[in-house]
Nanobody, 125 residues
Framework: QGQLEESGGGSVQAGGSLRLSCAASGRTISNYPMGWFRQAPGKERELVAAITWRGGSMKYTDSVKGRFTISRDNAKNTVYLQMNSLKPEDTAVYYC??????????????????WGQGTQVTVSS
């Protein structure tokens, strides 16, 4: 069984930046579309950003467009989320997830089969 492990979370002031990493072990993710989701207390898990398995196409939720960038390095079996101009409303647990091999990206959590444990991001005003 492969694993996804997120890192890079932490506490930052509004306007700051963080870079999240999602490293896969025991499984190559080069053929998987990948997504970053987040879940804030009392809210549903939502897709933040997703990237196709080839890495040529990305999608973002409206609230992070222009601030967040998803990327992948298949040689390192790792996906990244660069988060700039962070806002207090970005505070959440962030999860990376892998979809179906050679599949499309999706906004729906049910379309992702493998999940990491999550990393906390806290943005203070």
């Amino acid at each position: 069984q492969g694993q996804l492990e997120e890192s890079g979370g932490g506490s930052v002031q509004a306007g700051g930046s963080l870079r999240l990493s999602c490293a896969a072990s025991g499984r190559t993710i080069s053929n998987y579309p990948m997504g970053w989701f987040r879940q804030a207390p009392g809210k549903e898990r939502e897709l933040v950003a997703a990237i196709t398995w080839r890495g040529g196409s990305m999608k973002y939720t409206d609230s992070v467009k222009g601030r967040f960038t998803i990327s992948r390095d298949n040689a390192k079996n790792t996906v990244y989320l660069q988060m700039n101009s962070l806002k207090p409303e970005d505070t959440a647990v962030y999860y990376c997830a892998a979809g179906r091999p050679f599949g499309s990206t999706s906004y729906t959590a049910d379309d992702y089969n493998y999940w990491g444990q999550g990393t906390q991001v806290t943005v203070s005003s």
